[in-house]
């Protein structure tokens, strides 16, 4: 079934929630690795931080129709993670929380005949403003998990992973790879591919977590497809 506007703002509650839980850090906790390489827990919650921000532009661009994008330039987005990890570590936990408050409010003031807007994202798509949701669920519910600090893929609605899997392997799907079949309890894609299909199976949280290259492949050894989000 695909996935509908209230489901991606209901997992973009969901993600949002575990992700504030997660990162109440002190400053040590803070300048800790998060799973992503190179990038400390401060980081990543200024990147996340930051995006609230830029969807929050998305969301006006559709209220108003006056075209503004994410971010004003590459530099510009560097330079906000950059400003945002060098915080206290407080600052930082009230700028993610009220980011992503203030995105909330945007989004349940948005007239439902203006979520059909076109909208530019970050790289270079364009796509109605109901999309907006969805992308944000993404970045929380998986940097929620990127934070090191308890959460997991399996800590995530089902129904999002499935979602998440299907969105991965709809973009798999158009670049060259090895062919992989998936298999979970309940779900199988096909990704196309050189070679016999190599299978992996597992838990759809396992198979989200290998698909977005958050994990080694479960049952199976299987090529490694490399970061994505
Ligand atoms: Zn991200």
């Known amino acids: ?17 575990l992700l504030v839980k997660a990162a109440q850090f002190d400053e040590a906790g803070y300048a800790a690795p998060s799973l992503l390489p190179g990038w400390s827990r401060a980081h990543l919650a200024a990147h996340v931080a930051a995006n609230a921000e830029a969807l929050a532009n998305l969301v006006h661009w559709a ?14 987005r560097l330079a906000g993670i950059e400003r945002g990890r060098a915080l206290p570590a407080a600052e930082l936990t009230d700028w993610l929380r009220e980011s992503a408050a203030a995105l909330e409010r945007g989004t349940a003031a948005l007239g439902e005949e203006r979520w059909r807007t076109p909208v530019v994202t970050a790289q270079g798509r364009t796509v109605p403003a109901a999309e907006v949701p969805w992308l944000r669920s993404r970045e929380v519910c998986v940097h929620a ?29 158009a670049v060259p790879g090895p062919a992989l079949s998936l298999r979970a309890p ?21 198979l989200a977590a290998y698909l977005t290259g958050r994990g080694d492949g479960p049952g199976a050894p299987a090529p490694t497809l490399g970061t994505w989000l």
Do not use: H, Q
Request: proline fraction near 9%.
């Open 186 to 206: 309940g779900a199988a894609w096909e990704l196309p591919g050189t070679g016999e299909p190599v299978l992996v199976e597992g838990e759809l949280a396992d």
């Open 145 to 173: 998990v990127d934070l090191a600090n308890g959460v997991t893929f399996a800590d995530l609605p089902s129904d999002f992973l499935t979602a998440l899997c299907e969105d991965v392997v709809a973009k798999r799907s």
């Open 1 to 17: 079934m695909p996935r509908t506007l209230d489901d991606a703002r209901r997992w973009s509650r969901i993600g949002t929630e």
């Open 63 to 76: 209220a108003t129709g006056e075209p503004t994008p994410m971010y004003a330039s590459p530099e510009e």
